[in-house]
């Protein structure tokens, strides 16, 4: 009977151990559909390994390619918001979300956005990658990204897409981009800010692309954060690569100009000096701070900086335990026999001896 109990226990044990196993906790599941934060923070290290390592020709290619790729999301945003619709709301939203067709393009099939890599800077302060790798990386995917939405812009020009009414809306966007002042705090200043909000975002919509493990939640974290900071009205200053220069080149087109409504001086504003001054570089700087300082840094800093280990806190206690025991008399006699014993064992007596005491 008492063989019988014991194996009846031993039986709902092992019935009870199985249906744990069974039933996997919610934080299992979670790990295997997405990348915790902690995870996801110290992947980036791995990242920009991998980024400072590509050579500089493949960087200014892959470079030009997400150039091209965010010209063409900017483009197809131009033509959404071509016309008028009775809720503003819902044309923004129209806008951000066709937008965020750039960013997965860039990321899924694969190029480099200087944006994005503002994560970089996660390796960067781990030491993993050096200043001249970040830099290399950064200065030849920045001009990539400049020569590929140029190209596109002198393609969808040559198109003759904006000629009409969509080439006046591209006008629009351009002039306001280069000329409109806010009250009280003129133009560069809310554009700086503006640039830091976008990156902000941009690069919260890449770390979340990374924490998810499939191609569907890879373009869900990727929709939402890019629909936001373009339904918001945010600068990004590899978009603006696209959208100043498409205006500048639709002034060609005569019913461009008159679709879009705006006068011969804020037609002559628009040009590639303002271009430059007035938005490129303001918002070029923004974008770094919000996705290296924002974003970059403060993930590195809460997941990823490294710590003493417990053991290493632990050796450092008894070491200073034992320097402080040392002070004792007891210690310092010890200290002198052990350096004696130490001395007599250097002399060819003790040697043999030792050496006979192995064999």
Not at 311 to 317: G, I, L, R, W
Request: a neutral charge.
């Amino acid at each position: 009977r008492k063989q019988n109990t014991n194996l009846c226990l031993m039986s709902e044990k092992n019935i009870e151990s199985d249906s744990a196993q069974e039933q996997p906790t919610s934080l299992s599941v979670a790990s295997n559909m997405f990348l915790s934060p902690p995870e996801l923070a110290k992947s980036l290290v791995n990242l920009g390994v991998k980024k400072g390592s590509q050579s500089r020709m493949k960087l200014f290619m892959l470079g030009c390619l997400a150039g091209v790729y965010i010209g063409f999301a900017a483009h197809l945003a131009t033509t959404i918001a071509t016309g008028t619709t009775e809720w503003f709301g819902a044309k923004k939203f129209l806008i951000g979300a066709v937008f965020s067709v750039g960013l997965m393009l860039v990321i899924i099939p694969g190029s480099e956005l200087w944006t994005g890599n503002n994560l970089m800077l996660v390796a960067l302060l781990e030491r993993k990658i050096s200043l001249k790798e970040i830099a290399k990386n950064w200065i030849f995917v920045y001009f990539g990204n400049f020569l590929g939405s140029i190209f596109l812009a002198i393609l969808i020009f040559g198109t003759g897409l904006l000629e009409g009414s969509i080439g006046g809306t591209a006008i629009s966007i351009a002039s306001a981009k280069v000329s409109k002042d806010i009250q009280d705090i003129g133009h560069i200043f809310p554009y700086f800010c503006r640039g830091i909000c976008c990156n902000w975002l941009v690069c919260l919509a890449v770390m979340m692309c990374l924490a998810a493990k499939d191609v569907a939640g890879k373009i869900w974290g990727i929709f939402f954060p890019i629909m936001a900071f373009v339904a918001s009205g945010f600068e990004h200053s590899i978009a603006n690569m696209y959208f100043i220069p498409a205006g500048i080149f639709a002034k060609s087109f005569l019913e461009a100009k008159l679709e879009s409504g705006l006068t011969e001086s804020m037609l002559d504003d628009l040009n590639f000096g303002r271009f430059f001054t007035h938005n490129l570089l303001v918002v070029t700087l923004g974008n770094f701070i919000g996705g290296s300082i924002c974003v970059a840094m403060i993930y590195w800093i809460l997941y990823v900086r490294s710590s003493p280990a417990p053991k290493a806190k632990e050796f450092q206690q008894a070491n200073i335990m034992t320097t402080a025991s040392t002070d004792s008399p007891k210690a310092k006699e010890f200290q002198q026999a052990n350096i004696m014993t130490t001395a007599s064992t250097d002399s060819p007596r003790s040697g043999s001896d030792q050496l006979i005491d192995n064999l």
